[in-house]
């Protein structure tokens, strides 16, 4: 049984560039969470996807968007990336039913130069 | 909304010796509650977690947690580390009305010989 898997795993940006993250949930899982974890700091809820919506966000600005696909496969974007945008980006999946039990991945890696 | 408190930011152990890790949180009511370990470089994995019913649960890896409502608490322990057991520790928090999980600071512990 597959986990939750990202790619890729480590990514070098500069500041002002665009990135794209990708996320599988664990098989038979519908919904996706995404989470910013700064060095040395726990994680923070960026935002939630459900049925390809939107439906949580946390106190992120809106250089942060996502996409959900209808395989329940998503994508996280950040635009006009800072230097604080360094971090472990962490994507998460659970079932809308367990909706609080979520499964993390291994997580990617973003360095902003 | 709710919040979590680990007010132990490292704790170093000998192996074989017993291991406590503390976690406040703060909610109206019954939260769901979760542990989680994260080894360097890695993403979350849940070492258990508290819904409701009894309130002593045990996970994996030899770990069980307390919940005390009086208290605020879900404490983590292990009766004896091993040195594998060397990682970050995470405790978070989620409500019934809310889809996100709030994370603590972290706890590191360090095993030693």
């Known amino acids: 049984d597959a986990g939750v898997t990202q790619s890729p795993t480590h990514l070098i940006k500069t500041r002002g560039q665009q990135v794209t993250l990708r996320c599988s949930p664990k098989?038979?899982?519908?919904?996706v969470s995404w989470y910013q974890q700064a060095l040395g700091q726990g994680p923070q809820f960026i935002f939630q996807?459900?049925?390809?919506?939107?439906?949580q966000r946390g106190n992120f600005p809106d250089r942060f968007s996502g996409h959900q696909f209808p395989n329940y496969s998503s994508e996280l974007n950040v635009n006009a990336l800072l230097l604080g945008d360094s971090a472990l980006y962490l994507c998460?999946?659970?079932?809308?039913?367990?909706?609080?039990?979520?499964?993390f991945g291994p997580g990617t890696r973003l360095t902003v130069l | 909304a709710q919040s979590v408190t680990q007010p132990d930011i490292h704790i170093t152990v000998s192996e074989g010796a017993s291991l406590e890790l503390r976690c406040n949180y703060s909610?109206?009511?019954?939260?769901?509650l979760f542990w989680y370990v994260q080894s360097p470089g890695q993403g979350l994995q849940l070492l258990l977690k508290?819904?409701?019913?009894?309130?002593l649960v045990q996970g994996i890896k030899g770990f069980e947690a307390e919940f005390k409502r009086s208290q605020s608490s879900f404490n983590l322990r292990k009766p004896s580390v091993h040195w594998s057991d060397a990682a970050e520790y995470f405790c978070?928090?989620?409500?019934?009305?809310?889809?996100?999980?709030?994370f603590g600071a972290g706890t590191t512990v360090t095993v030693r010989a």
């Open positions: 996807y459900y049925e390809e919506e939107e439906r």
């Open positions: 098989s038979g899982h519908d919904t």
């Open positions: 978070a928090v989620g409500a019934p009305d809310d889809y996100k999980l709030s």
């Open positions: 998460a999946s659970s079932l809308e039913i367990a909706i609080n039990e979520q499964f």
């Open positions: 909610y109206g009511a019954t939260p769901y």
């Open positions: 508290y819904f409701s019913g009894d309130t």
